[in-house]
Nanobody, 119 residues
Framework: VQLVESGGGLVQAGGSLRISCAASGSRFSFDAMGWYRQAPGKQRELVATITPGGGRTNYADSVKGRFTIARDNAKNTMYLQMNSLKPEDTAVYYC?????????????WGQGTQVTVSL
């Protein structure tokens, strides 16, 4: 299983960016998926999660109302639309996917994509 993020880059404060996470290497779909981020000198933190069918989402307080998580199971791809970006959103953003098989949960991570928000 491989998760590959894309779409990161440099954007000015107040701008928007959409990052994607493409999953490959498995015939089976994932359970919960989510985005995490890690800023320099800080711990990795949860940004948003989404249930298998996409019907339920969860966001960190710091991004509520600005970020939207979505997934397209037919394409094995997850997205994070980020609007009204702030300098404090600068971080490496990681894609996470969980699959539970026979009662055992497996965690998968992407390599990360850098998002930099300038003043």
């Amino acid at each position: 299983v491989q998760l590959v993020e894309s779409g990161g880059g440099l954007v000015q404060a107040g701008g928007s960016l959409r990052i994607s996470c493409a999953a490959s290497g498995s015939r089976f779909s994932f359970d919960a998926m989510g985005w995490y981020r890690q800023a320099p000198g800080k711990q990795r933190e949860l940004v948003a999660t989404i249930t298998p069918g996409g019907g339920r989402t969860n966001y960190a307080d710091s991004v509520k109302g600005r970020f939207t998580i979505a997934r397209d199971n037919a394409k094995n791809t997850m997205y994070l639309q980020m609007n009204s970006l702030k300098p404090e959103d600068t971080a490496v953003y990681y894609c996470n996917a969980v699959r539970t098989t026979a009662g055992v949960s497996y965690d998968y991570w992407g390599q990360g994509t850098q998002v930099t928000v300038s003043l």
